[in-house]
């Protein structure tokens, strides 16, 4: 027998045995990798959310209040309902009893859903300022009942990205390294997207604020804006002007985003604010009260009278208005570090609704 062939001999059964100590090894490692991310292929409620909950994969983003509602557990199933993985290569590093597996994940479009939740937090905690004229963060179930709107209303396309999971050996079992890198990849990038503070741009965030205001009654928009405020009276016709004057903005009011510029932590956004008239509406009430007040009847009105009867043709000239005006309007943004606000948002929107009616009697 030649030498090469009764070496061939003698090593067959070597290398077969050490080829099946590798394969062993490395099923091994598959089947690690396989019991814990196949459970996130199960669409069962209390697996799939205590799995995240223990991980802190979502948990890291939105605590978990003491309350365990049935809307928080369907939000994890939800977001991994397309959940999916495939396990691409194994490496392994006997000698520090570790391994690294890459696999390729699927995942839902995790940066159109942290988009989305941004703006649907901002738009939340804008109309909870518009009923109760208080400012105040959503809680943590706030957060998961609107997580749960988006995931059960939106259907986000799955994306794919690949991802290398370490693995530590102890006796015979191996274990998945719980890292942040491992979490931020099992949440599509989630973690990371909500974390950028501008994930929502300085005109996509003013245009939160803009549409919002379309979506307010007159209350609501009365105690956002400060309307009686604007109108500087305190007598009973006070709540008619201020309804008048939404109801002017209700009728006219729309907008258009035309420009944005910023540097660092402060922006500037330029709008267009098509709003009712009120430079028409105050020359034409401001021609009616000349004519009034050069007139005997206002001396023989007295003061009380002529107050009463000013405010009776303003409110006439507001009800009455048919006219619109678009002009362009700048907004101040600042980004404190976790998203982009309007700095003086009822301020700054009242003066571009109003105009100058600010300065009516």
Excluded at 69 to 97: A, G
Excluded at 112 to 128: F, S
Excluded at 254 to 274: H, L, M
Aim: glycine residues 6%; negative net charge.
């Amino acid at each position: 027998m030649k030498i090469f062939e009764r070496l061939i001999v003698v090593l067959l059964p070597i290398l077969v045995v050490i080829a099946g100590c590798a394969a062993g090894e490395t099923g091994r490692i598959k089947k690690a990798v396989q019991d814990e991310l196949g459970l996130l292929s199960d669409l069962d409620t209390d697996t799939v959310a205590g799995y995240i909950r223990g991980t802190g994969v979502l948990s890291d983003v939105l605590p978990a209040e003491s309350r365990s509602s049935s809307e928080i557990q369907d939000s994890f199933v939800l977001f991994y309902k397309d959940f999916d993985y495939k396990i691409q290569s194994v490496e392994t590093d006997p000698e520090n009893n570790s391994a690294k597996a890459t696999v390729r994940l699927t995942t839902l479009d995790a940066n159109a859903l942290a988009k989305d939740y941004e703006a649907a937090i901002l738009r939340t905690e804008i109309m909870h300022t518009a009923d109760t004229g208080k400012t105040q963060p959503l809680t943590s179930a706030e957060k998961y009942q609107l997580l749960y709107e988006l995931l059960s209303s939106n259907d986000y396309p799955p994306t794919k990205n690949t991802v290398e999971i370490s693995l530590t050996q102890k006796g015979d079992t191996w274990e998945i390294e719980q890292t942040e890198e491992l979490k931020d990849a099992l949440s599509g990038g989630l973690i990371t997207y909500l974390a950028d503070p501008d994930i929502l741009t300085p005109s996509e965030t003013l245009d939160i604020y803009l549409s919002s205001l379309k979506d307010m009654n007159t209350e609501q928009m009365q105690n956002y804006l400060g309307v009686e405020s604007i109108v500087k009276s305190e007598d009973t016709q006070q709540k008619k002007i201020a309804e008048g004057l939404i109801g002017q903005v209700k009728k006219h009011y729309d907008y258009s985003i035309t420009d944005t510029s910023w540097e660092g932590a402060k922006a500037i956004v330029t709008a267009d604010i098509t709003t009712f008239d009120s430079q028409s509406i105050l020359s034409a009430y401001q021609r009616d009260m000349d004519a009034y007040l050069s007139s005997a009847d206002a001396v023989i009105d007295g003061s009380e009278k002529r107050t009463a009867i000013a405010q009776e043709k303003l409110l006439s000239y507001i009800t009455d208005n048919k006219d619109t005006v678009t002009s362009r309007a700048r907004f101040e943004l600042a980004n404190d570090g976790t998203a982009w606000r309007l700095i003086s948002p009822g301020q700054d929107l009242g003066e571009a609704l109003f105009g100058s009616l600010t300065s009516a009697p």
